[in-house]
Nanobody, 126 residues
């Protein structure tokens, strides 16, 4: 049973933007932190961004992004849509990878992620 579905990947030129989307089943999404990982050819999977659960009682949700993409990538979530997004601006060829949406059993973005999507390919040409 597929519970995380990514979309929005593609082939783009360096310097342009992409927005990745991920929709999740409510059982996985509600109350849990969400994250984005990526795996480039021949490299290990790395954690790109994470966002904690927020129930709307406080402004925004705690989030984290990888230093190398800070200022260019933004993670956000829409709890009404069970969706998490990764806005990627000023893409670089080094950003070429399969990007995976993930969720963990816990409110904060730090920790072990247990649920995975099938991945979406992002290819950045120079």
């Amino acid at each position: 049973q597929v519970q995380l579905v990514e979309s929005g990947g593609g082939l783009v030129q360096a310097g342009t933007s992409l927005r990745l989307s991920c929709t999740a089943s409510r059982r996985i999404f509600s109350g849990n932190a969400m994250g984005w990982f990526r795996q480039a050819p021949g490299k290990e999977r790395e954690f790109v961004a994470g966002i904690s659960w927020n129930d709307g009682s406080t402004y925004g949700a705690n989030s984290w992004v990888l230093n190398s993409v800070k200022g260019r990538f933004t993670i956000s979530r829409d709890n009404a849509k069970n969706a998490v997004y990764l806005q990627m601006n000023s893409l670089e060829p080094g950003g070429t990878a399969v990007y995976y949406c993930s969720a963990r059993d816990g409110r904060t973005w730090e920790g072990l992620y247990s649920y995975w999507g099938q991945g979406t390919q992002v290819t950045v040409s120079s």
